[in-house]
């Protein structure tokens, strides 16, 4: 099962999240998206659009997930290093692992990342 990870700022648009997930997902099969609660309104039109679950996660739940890359701003405010990779892995469920690391969208409003596991 392959999870997308969704960050963005207010400021990303429908038009940016979906090409940039295009990029990501170069013909895999994935199973849901990922992103924090505070973004899902502006996410889950995505998710609609490519009929699937959209999990969001509570700010809290991403403190202290590892992920392989490191923003320090980022890790400022969530206490992760990346929004769209800590949202993958915990989307995909115990023993995930990152198989694209954070991407960032050409106008720089949402990030993407994308980890596989086991759990639907």
Not at 49 to 54: R, V
């Amino acid at each position: 099962m392959i999870v997308a990870g969704i960050g963005c700022t207010s400021r990303a648009t429908f038009d940016e999240m979906r090409a940039l997930l295009a990029q990501m997902a170069q013909g895999r099969r994935l199973a849901k998206l990922a992103c924090l609660e505070m973004r899902a309104p502006q996410v889950l039109p995505l998710a609609r659009a490519l009929n699937l679950p959209l999990l969001a996660l509570p700010r809290a739940a991403l403190a202290g997930i590892a992920t392989p890359t490191q923003s320090a701003r980022i890790d400022a405010e969530f206490s992760t290093g990346s929004v769209a990779e800590a949202c993958a892995l915990l989307g995909a469920g115990t023993g995930a692992r990152i198989v694209a690391i954070r991407q960032i969208s050409g106008a720089g409003q949402a990030t993407c990342a994308l980890a596989e596991g086991g759990e639907i």
